[in-house]
Nanobody, 114 residues
């Protein structure tokens, strides 16, 4: 059974940066396309970024140029480096497989103050 543990969320001022981590167990991220998602209060969960196992990355238009997804296969961990944060980035952030088929972790809260 795959387990995902997200961490690194915090309260940060607009314009600031954060790095989120997602530690996976029960599978090897080396052979999986991984993604970050987020859910803002009162909104549906939305896709943020994808890292394919070949190294290709994709980003939602709302975060392109500001967020970077990366992975450390040896640590079985996926990262999301976020910079130039905006209040609209406030959400609970989750990682999952690129098709969102695994059980969701508890997420990590990112709050951006204006």
């Amino acid at each position: 059974q795959v387990q995902l543990v997200e961490s690194g969320g915090d309260l940060v001022q607009a314009g600031g940066s954060l790095r989120l981590s997602c530690a996976a167990s029960g599978t090897s991220i080396r052979i999986n396309a991984m993604a970050w998602y987020r859910q803002a209060p009162g909104k549906q969960r939305e896709w943020v970024a994808t890292s394919l196992y070949g190294g290709t990355t994709h980003y939602a238009n709302s975060v392109k140029g500001r967020f970077t997804i990366s992975r450390d296969n040896a640590k079985n961990t996926v990262y999301l480096q976020m910079s130039s944060l905006k209040p609209e980035d406030t959400a609970v952030y989750y990682c999952n497989s690129a098709d969102g088929s695994w059980a969701w972790g508890q997420g990590t809260q990112v709050t951006v103050s204006s």
